[in-house]
T-cell receptor
Framework: AQSVTQPDIHITVSEGASLELRCNYS??????LFWYVQSPGQGLQLLLKYFSGDTLVQGIKGFEAEFKRSQSSFNLRKPSVHWSDAAEYFC??????????FGTGTRLQVTL | GAGVSQSPSNKVTEKGKDVELRCDPISGHTALYWYRQSLGQGLEFLIYFQGNSAPDKSGLPSDRFSAERTGGSVSTLTIQRTQQEDSAVYLCASSLYFGSTGELFFGEGSRLTVL
């Protein structure tokens, strides 16, 4: 069965520091991969997505993610974190463009 | 409306009561999804609609849960005889069509607390 793993439940970084959130997927073929962000009291917003082609994808708010087939990973990165990036981040995948399977999320805390 | 609208935003109910949660998707979006978000559990898929039909109900946790969609627009998720384990945030999302590259637009959710 398709699954998504986010090994880090909670991450704290200082403002201005770089960020990497981990995501591993389990699927036989190449899945479609997504990162969503959920700010407190708000719905989820799509940050970026990968379907095929260039394995480094750019998203909104300065985020990027790299698809690595050999590691079954799709890690989210940002070179310099802002305090407003504090939120919960969800990685998701779908194998046949059907319903999304989400990871359990990583809560990001940003210290000033 | 401009986005996905859900109501109520908060619902507190007593164990055993029935509740209805409403979702109004983005106009023109044919696909509608319900997810449940429990603390530490991520997002759990419940059901999706393509138009008014629900081809995949596999995520509904029990027969106490049901959902319908009318007119290809508004959807209602009904939970009968609520239990404490039903306490969660219920999220609705819509997309232009099913399988449309995975870009789902989410509402802010309905937080259900069962006492």
């Amino acid at each position: 069965a398709q699954s998504v793993t986010q090994p880090d439940i909670h991450i704290t970084v200082s403002e201005g520091a770089s960020l990497e959130l981990r995501c591993n997927y389990s699927y036989g073929a190449t899945p479609y991969l997504f990162w969503y962000v959920q700010s407190p009291g708000q719905g989820l917003q799509l940050l970026l997505k990968y379907f095929s082609g260039d394995t480094l994808v750019q998203g909104i708010k300065g985020f990027e993610a790299e698809f690595k087939r050999s590691q079954s990973s799709f890690n989210l990165r940002k070179p310099s974190v802002h305090w407003s990036d504090a939120a919960e981040y969800f990685c998701a995948s779908t194998g046949t463009a059907s319903k999304l399977t989400f990871g359990t999320g990583t809560r990001l805390q940003v210290t000033l | 409306g401009a986005g996905v609208s859900q109501s109520p935003s908060n619902k507190v109910t007593e164990k055993g009561k029935d509740v209805e949660l409403r979702c109004d998707p983005i106009s023109g979006h044919t696909a509608l999804y319900w997810y449940r978000q429990s603390l530490g559990q991520g997002l759990e898929f419940l059901i999706y609609f393509q138009g008014n039909s629900a081809p995949d109900k596999s995520g509904l946790p029990s027969d106490r849960f049901s959902a319908e969609r009318t007119g290809g627009s508004v959807s209602t998720l009904t939970i009968q005889r609520t239990q404490q384990e039903d306490s969660a945030v219920y999220l609705c999302a819509s997309s232009l069509y099913f399988g449309s590259t995975g870009e789902l637009f989410f509402g802010e959710g309905s937080r259900l607390t069962v006492l």
